[in-house]
Each structure stands twice: as structure tokens, then as C-alpha cells.
T-cell receptor
Framework: GENVEQHPSTLSVQEGDSAVIKCTYS??????FPWYKQELGKGPQLIID?????GEKKDQRIAVTLNKTAKHFSLHITETQPEDSAVYFC?????????FGQGTTLQVKP | DTAVSQTPKYLVTQMGNDKSIKCEQN?????MYWYKQDSKKFLKIMFS???????INETVPNRFSPKSPDKAHLNLHINSLELGDSAVYFC???????????????FGEGSRLTVL
């Protein structure tokens, strides 16, 4: 089955800096790659997603890139703010079942 | 108005007891899920129902039994609770999926189960 590896497990940046989180997946048939943000005491919430026919997608300060050949995708957050502090999960899917990465705890220091 | 609501939010119980967690969504979605999040934050799918029909059943012990009385509700009953069942359980519903990919998941706020 699909396996998703996510790195780093923790990331600390200064406010205003960029943050990058990387994921690799094992099943080359996976074709949908969402990113979820989980704030303390809340459920995860979708922040951006990308499908396999697209190499890059951007939404304001966040962007996702996908390299299907290498089977990896990344989340980029620019101009980080304290409210970006949360746990971020990548996921991969081909059949409607999402397989999540292990999560990255991002801390943005003011 | 909460989109996906689950109760209770906290549950503390003794080993061997039976407990239930309830979930309701008012988004009109056909598909609902239960996810388990362990102490290391790892999110793992347990079950998925589409319009009251079980479509995903991961390798979960038989002590866990989901029930969907209608497409807006998905409950989780756990028999003979064990220490390892301690986790946060998330209910979610999703928008219709496209061909071959999952729709957006809308999660509840989670139910933290502690087994003593």
C-alpha cells in the first residue's frame, strides 16, 4: 500500500522567514496530494492541494510543488507569521483513501 | 453552526469498559470517516462510510464497530477498552471525490479517549 514519509518532524523559524516541509510517497499511481494544518486542540484543516497533472500551485503565502518522477512534494510557506505555528500534514491518495505523513510541528518565533 | 461535531470531547474510562463516540455532520456530505491520532500525532484512517455503506475498513480490531444510522451520522463503539486505545479520535466528512482522488476532508474537533 501507499506509504508517505514527511520531514522534518519539527521546524522552528523566525517570523518573516520561509518554511519548507517535504514529503515522499511510494505509490506512483497516487494522484492527489493535499496539505492539512492542525492547530492545537482542533481537527486538521485543508490549506492547499495539488493533483498529479500540475507541477506547482500557489495560494498567497503558501505554495506546493510536485515532482512525480521523484515521487516527492513540498509545502512552502513564505513570510511566516506566528499564527502559522501548527502541525502540518501532507497526504497522498489514488483511490479516495488519504494516507497521511507523520506531521511536522512548525514553530514561528516572533 | 458546527459542520462536523463529535461527542464527547473528552472520555476517561477504565480498561475493559465499553464506550461510544458520536459524530454528526451538517454539510450534506455522503462520505464520513473515523481517524485515530496517536500520541505522536500520527493520523491513521480506521473506517469510511459512503451513504451508510462501509467502504474502507482498515486493520482495526473487532472491538471497534462503526455504525451509520444515516448519512449524516457515524458513531464509533469500542468494546473491552485497552490501554493502547488511548488516542484522539477524529470524525470527518468529505466532499464528493473526483475520479481516483479523495475530496476535501472536514474534521471534527476530536474526542480524546484516555484508558486507565
Amino acid at each position: 500500500g501507499e506509504n508517505v514519509e514527511q520531514h522534518p518532524s519539527t521546524l522552528s523559524v523566525q517570523e518573516g522567514d520561509s518554511a519548507v516541509i517535504k514529503c515522499t510517497y511510494s505509490d506512483s499511481a497516487s494522484n492527489y496530494f493535499p496539505w492539512y494544518k492542525q492547530e492545537l486542540g482542533k481537527g486538521p484543516q485543508l490549506i492547499i492541494d495539488i493533483r498529479s497533472n500540475v507541477g506547482e500551485k500557489k495560494d498567497q503565502r503558501i505554495a506546493v510543488t510536485l515532482n512525480k518522477t521523484a515521487k516527492h512534494f513540498s509545502l512552502h510557506i513564505t513570510e511566516t507569521q506566528p499564527e502559522d505555528s501548527a502541525v502540518y500534514f501532507c497526504a497522498a491518495s489514488k483511490t479516495g483513501k488519504l494516507i497521511f505523513g507523520q506531521g511536522t510541528t512548525l514553530q514561528v518565533k516572533p | 453552526d458546527t459542520a462536523v461535531s463529535q461527542t464527547p470531547k473528552y472520555l476517561v474510562t477504565q480498561m475493559g469498559n465499553d464506550k461510544s463516540i458520536k459524530c454528526e455532520q451538517n454539510l450534506g456530505h455522503d462520505t464520513m470517516y473515523w481517524y485515530k491520532q496517536d500520541s505522536k500525532k500520527f493520523l491513521k484512517i480506521m473506517f469510511s462510510y459512503n451513504n451508510k455503506e462501509l467502504i474502507i475498513n482498515e486493520t482495526v480490531p473487532n472491538r471497534f464497530s462503526p455504525k451509520s444510522p444515516d448519512k449524516a451520522h457515524l458513531n464509533l463503539h469500542i468494546n473491552s477498552l485497552e490501554l493502547g486505545d488511548s488516542a484522539v479520535y477524529f470524525c470527518a466528512s468529505s466532499t464528493p471525490s473526483g475520479v481516483g482522488f479523495a475530496g476535501e476532508l472536514f474534521f471534527g474537533e476530536g474526542s480524546r479517549l484516555t484508558v486507565l
